[in-house]
């Protein structure tokens, strides 16, 4: 068990178990892809680690940037997503695939998709490590799921509760009162 801040939390998916999940999504997307030069979007802050271990495990050619949006404050989602770090790249043509570390609410993913709608892409993907469908509240298409989970707040693998967290190489979930 480890303490964050006031709350504890209990081991829930171990490192190993994250790695074959980003195996997994890697070897999808190298094949829906094979004749494409994909440009990995990550989601600042959560998703730099799995932006990393996935492309350490992609071995065709790609190119990777990022955004930052926040939306979570403590375990809770706010509802509105702010946007502190924008694209600064000519996305027109490419494929972009979007890294998420989680879907949660829905309430990013809609933004995302709003944010790129107007970029005149080939192909727009998301893919997402940790999917929670039971908190899931939009009528949105997920393209790539690594491991679905139930509705409990987790952190660990780049994942926080009040910025502590995010080095825990594996995940884990709130202790129940
Ligand atoms: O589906 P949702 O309910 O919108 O939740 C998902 C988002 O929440 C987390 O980001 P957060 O807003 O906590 O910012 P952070 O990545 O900087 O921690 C996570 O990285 C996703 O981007
Ligand atoms: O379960 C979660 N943990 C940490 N950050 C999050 N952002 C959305 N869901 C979560």
Do not use: W
């Amino acid at each position: 068990m480890i303490q964050l801040h006031d709350k504890q939390f209990v081991p829930f998916i171990s490192a190993k178990e994250i790695n074959f999940a980003i195996e997994k999504m890697v070897s999808q997307i190298e094949d829906d892809f094979f004749d494409e030069t994909p440009i990995f979007i990550g989601v600042l802050n959560g998703s730099f680690m799995v932006v990393s271990d996935f492309l350490k495990l992609y071995k065709k050619p790609c190119e990777v940037s990022f955004i930052k949006l926040a939306s979570y404050e403590g375990t809770e989602s706010t509802e509105s997503v702010k946007q502190l770090i924008g694209l600064n790249q000519d996305l027109t043509g490419r494929t972009v695939i979007v890294l998420e570390d989680i879907i949660d609410t829905g309430n990013t993913l809609e933004e995302l998709k709003k944010l790129f709608k107007s970029q005149n892409v080939k192909h727009f993907k998301i893919a997402t490590l940790f999917f929670k469908p039971d908190a899931f509240k939009k009528d949105l298409k997920i393209d790539y799921v690594g491991i679905r989970i139930p509705n409990k707040f987790i952190v660990g693998f780049g994942l926080d509760y009040d910025g502590l967290g995010r080095n825990l190489p594996e995940v884990y979930q709130l202790k129940e009162e």
